[in-house]
């Protein structure tokens, strides 16, 4: 096994359904633009409220990836 040299980008992605939702959501999104994504992990959580309900779930992450030679 060689050694590798990974980079780390911040993300932010929204859902209306849950932050776990959020969360695949954002992961999904950075796999298609990201090659060899290895790892994140969920720095900040936080709700937009309306009229006393919960409209949106939105998380900030932090997304690994593996630079390539």
């Known amino acids: 096994m060689s050694d590798s040299i990974a980079k780390i980008t911040e993300i ?4 209306k359904k849950s932050f776990e939702d959020a969360i695949e959501t954002g992961i999904e999104r950075a ?3 990201l090659s060899d994504v290895s790892g994140a992990w969920v720095k900040e959580m936080k709700v937009d409220v309306e009229g006393g309900k919960i409209k949106r779930y939105r998380v900030i992450m932090k997304v690994t990836f593996v630079l390539k030679d």
């Open 12 to 15: 932010s992605a929204s859902s």
């Open 31 to 33: 796999c298609k633009t």
